[in-house]
T-cell receptor, first 112, second 117 residues
Framework: NAGVTQTPKFQVLKTGQSMTLQCAQD?????MYWYRQDPGMGLRLIYY???????DKGEVPNGYNVSRLNKREFSLRLESAAPSQTSVYFC???????????FGPGTRLTVL | QKEVEQDPGPLSVPEGAIVSLNCTYS??????FMWYRQYSRKGPELLMY????GNKEDGRFTAQVDKSSKYISLFIRDSQPSDSATYLC?????????????????FGQGTILTVHP
């Protein structure tokens, strides 16, 4: 039981490049989430998916898109990366009781 | 004013000390209260969650909620060097129902704890 997995662990992009961050969970959870964590700003919600086939914006969605590919997988795409998107990105899935959220190990992204 | 305020720390304590970590909140709509532990360069790890006022114990950890005062605490007894990490309080508001329910978490800023031998 791996929980929540994320790929890649690290990535360096140039301004304007695109990339997709992958997330998968094996806990059979319905809801999944993408956060970014920045010094002094804490964890902020980018997008979430309440269930397979639905996605919605969180607190800081600009510059991102998401796809809920199936119940297990939820990807985050940066279409044209900007230095302001340099951050650590975490994926989480919501548990069955109180939607308590379980986090992945994170992706450290640097945009030059 | 932020919805969740966490004592910023940092805290540095000797091994064996009792540690108290605290958060206040302003939104009465929060339904459940959680504590996460985050080691350096790792993802947040769920430590405890609770929904009612009172205490909940799990080993050396006790989570306390006072809804009337909008105040939550985490106590760590017999602290160990392995407890050195950033501790995040988080509060959740649930939406939807059944298989389409989801939760919006609001985090505190985190308290860095160092337990020295």
């Amino acid at each position: 039981n791996a929980g929540v997995t994320q790929t890649p662990k690290f990535q360096v992009l140039k301004t304007g490049q695109s990339m997709t961050l992958q997330c998968a969970q094996d806990m059979n959870h319905n809801s999944m989430y993408w956060y970014r964590q920045d010094p002094g700003m804490g964890l902020r919600l980018i997008y979430y998916s309440a269930s397979e086939g639905t996605t919605d914006k969180g607190e800081v969605p600009n510059g991102y898109n998401v796809s809920r590919l199936n119940k297990r997988e939820f990807s985050l795409r940066l279409e044209s990366a900007a230095p302001s998107q340099t951050s650590v990105y975490f994926c989480a899935s919501g548990g069955s009781y109180y939607n308590e959220q379980f986090f992945g190990p994170g992706t450290r992204l640097t945009v030059l | 004013q932020k919805e969740v305020e966490q004592d910023p720390g940092p805290l540095s304590v000797p091994e064996g000390a009792i540690v108290s970590l605290n958060c206040t909140y302003s939104n009465s709509a929060f339904q459940y209260f959680m504590w996460y532990r985050q080691y350096s360069r790792k993802g947040p790890e769920l430590l405890m969650y609770t929904y009612s006022s009172g205490n909940k114990e799990d080993g050396r950890f006790t989570a306390q909620v006072d809804k009337s005062s909008k105040y939550i605490s985490l106590f760590i007894r017999d602290s160990q060097p392995s407890d050195s990490a950033t501790y995040l309080c988080a509060m959740i508001r649930l939406y939807g129902a059944g298989g389409t329910s989801y939760g919006k978490l609001t985090f505190g800023q985190g308290t860095i704890l160092t337990v020295h031998p």
